[in-house]
């Protein structure tokens, strides 16, 4: 017993020392320029333009999101077969519009010419009260020219394509750089995206998202240094809890902003915010700003 103890003393110690010299030399996430508007408020984000109240990802989405008072959108990338950024969610057209097949195989001509609100139901497909109202797929930069200054999270949908660097130059071009936080499921894609557009906000990809748990789990967040500004993450994912209080104080200490998907009930709504998230991500932007008392256009809206 005496002998195993010696022998195990020895990488223990270093393994204390390391684990010292990381917490020691640990810095936390370099600031979001794009949050440093706002105050201390938790965020209201509008998930894919608030799919829960029109046609998702469509400048009408984006305009009505706006009006109502969000403090961000939040939006999907794909590319056309002409290499387009556009905004959409599936890879397939069939959801949300009358086409079908994969959107990579569309050219922009193509893709703007279908109804984008085609589907969208508010009684479970009885009503399409957005057929044939104009409704389309929009390019990256009708958007970024028709919002130039309500902050944005993107999403990269496609890795391998080269789609990172062209929204950077996109987001660039547009003078954007500030106001947008950059996500993805693809590690890789967020990898390169931080390499080739420095100083613009990112989220964790599904590796960090991994790393941060464990870390949180054994007791170790606080030797993490983010290279993301932003934890964007499910309340549980199958049927694992994630959206912990003790995560959400790690990722805070490591000066993360939170922003918890898909956040759609009010009762959660509050409960999340009560644990300590930053910002929600919900199709009903309209009810999170009511659970946090903050006005909104609803009914003007209702009234157009
Ligand atoms: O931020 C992630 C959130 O958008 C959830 O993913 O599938 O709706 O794009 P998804
Ligand atoms: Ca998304």
Redesign the pocket.
């Known amino acids: 017993m005496l002998r195993v103890a010696r022998f195990l003393s020895v990488p223990l110690l270093l393994l204390a020392i390391a684990i010292g010299v990381l917490a020691l030399t640990s810095k936390p996430a370099q600031p979001a320029a794009v949050l440093s508007r706002f105050a201390e408020q938790p965020l209201v984000i509008a ?2 333009g608030g799919k829960g109240l029109w046609p998702e990802n469509s400048l009408f989405a984006f305009e009505r999101a706006s009006a109502l008072g969000v403090d961000m959108l ?1 939006m ?1 990338l794909h590319l056309s077969s002409d290499g387009e950024l556009v905004v959409i ?1 599936d890879p397939t057209l069939d959801r949300t519009t009358n086409g079908d097949g994969p959107v990579a195989a569309r050219s922009l001509a193509q893709l703007q010419a279908l109804d984008a609100g085609y589907r969208w139901s508010a009684d479970g497909g009885q009503s399409h009260p957005y057929r044939g109202q104009g409704v389309r797929i929009p390019t990256f930069t009708e958007v970024l020219e028709r919002f130039p200054s309500i902050p944005k ?1 993107i ?1 990269i949908k496609v890795p391998d394509v080269g789609m990172e660097a062209q929204l950077c130059d996109t987001l660039t071009a547009h003078q954007q750089r500030d106001k947008v936080i950059v ?1 993805s499921f693809y590690d890789r894609s967020l990898q390169l995206f931080r390499e080739q557009c420095p100083g613009v906000a990112t989220s964790a990809g599904p590796d960090s998202v991994r790393l941060l748990l464990a870390l949180n789990w054994i007791g170790l967040g606080s030797v993490l240094s983010p290279s993301y500004q932003a934890l ?1 993450i499910p309340e549980a994912h199958s049927g694992l809890p994630i959206a912990s209080s003790s995560l959400l104080q790690t990722a805070s200490q490591r000066g993360l902003n939170v922003q918890l ?2 956040i759609n009930e009010q009762p959660d709504m509050r409960r999340l915010l009560d644990l300590g998230a930053d910002a929600l ?1 919900t199709d009903y932007p309209d009810r999170a700003l009511q659970v946090l008392g903050r006005s909104t256009r609803i009914s003007a809206l209702e009234a157009d």
Request: proline share 0%; net charge negative; hydrophobic share 25%.
């Open positions: 998930h894919r939040e999907d969610h999270v999403e996500g964007q998907w898909t991500i």
